[in-house]
């Protein structure tokens, strides 16, 4: 089961082209940004695969799973709050806090809810499809690397919180 530093982790990462964004946008400094950008992009990736690396390690178990909907369009959605940086000038105080809140609210909702598997960097550099299944009477969240069609099957699947499932 996913933690809240995991999640955490996760929401850094779905959110590493937003900072990358405001970090080129805010720095004028060549050597400051070049060293801020490679650093967060650099720490993210490390987290992330040592995150997946730790999930791997999860024992998968066989499930009868009712794959209902392919739903990688969720990942369109996700990215209109990479919009923000370019409604955003964070060149003063107020600017900065309301971002700041603004942000905290987001990574709450992000942390708190499943949203945290909708992730576009995980499908752009991992290959990981959303879809979303029933496994008994429960439906959930399953993050995959295969790309199935919509069928009942078997599969290996680790549940990693309370409505997501990803598959071995």
Known sequence: MLNKFSKIILFYFAYLPLFSI????NINDTKTLLI???SAIIVGFILVVLLLKTIKSIVPSEEKITINELKNSEYL??????????LVDLNGIKSIVSFSILMVLVAYLYIDTSLFCINPLLKIFFR????QVTLGSKK????????????SSKLKVKKISEDILIED
């Open 22 to 25: 405001l970090i080129i946008n």
């Open 36 to 38: 801020t950008l490679i």
């Open 77 to 86: 959605s996700f990215l209109v709050t990479y919009i923000l940086p370019f």
């Open 128 to 131: 990981y499809n959303l879809y």
């Open 140 to 151: 959930y969240c399953l993050i995959s690397k295969t790309k199935h069609k919509i069928t």
